[in-house]
């Protein structure tokens, strides 16, 4: 069914249940056919129309925003050359102010000296945490390896037997 507003170029097509699934395959089809068909392009809509198209990963971004946001997790956006100080630092790595100044002494974290004051750069703090947690999960491959050939897991056949 099509409905056209009287001296509007704007037209508005209502489709019935399976009539959406016919006009995907039909894009579908143009596409495979070399035809251009248009890319979906994400946007900000306002409540007044107003369209701001954003690209791919930004759009991304915003969903685990909102996701963090509606689940009531905080929510922190900066640039990965913001400098942080060392209470920001741990409360990010989720560990006390000394353990981090001693992470830095060991040299295990790269920072910079502004007199007195520590920094330290957001994009060195996600690389020591992203490396944290290879070398925490290849230690816990490690170890149920050597587990498994030390026997110290048995192959059980139904269900695991109950203890009283």
Do not use: C, W
Request: proline share 5%; net charge neutral; hydrophobic share 45%.
């Amino acid at each position: 069914m099509s409905t056209r507003a009287a001296g509007t170029q704007a037209t508005t097509y209502l489709l019935e249940g399976g009539q959406l699934a016919e006009v995907v395959d039909f894009v579908a089809e143009l596409a495979r056919r070399g035809v251009a068909v248009p890319k979906p392009q994400p946007a900000l809509v306002n409540a007044d129309g107003t369209r701001l198209e954003v690209p791919a990963p930004v759009f991304d971004a915003l969903v685990q925003v909102a996701t963090a946001m509606a689940r009531g997790q905080g929510v922190t956006v900066m640039p990965l050359n913001a400098l942080l100080t060392t209470q920001e630092a741990a409360d990010l790595l989720g560990i006390s102010r000394p353990t981090l100044v001693r992470l830095l002494a060991d040299g295990e974290i790269a920072y910079e000296q502004r007199g007195r004051h520590r920094r330290i750069l957001l994009a060195d703090l996600l690389a020591y945490q992203d490396r944290m947690r290879r070398e925490r999960g290849e230690s816990l491959d490690r170890m149920a390896q050597e587990g498994q050939a030390a026997g110290l897991y048995e192959a059980t056949v139904g269900p695991a037997p109950r203890t009283r």
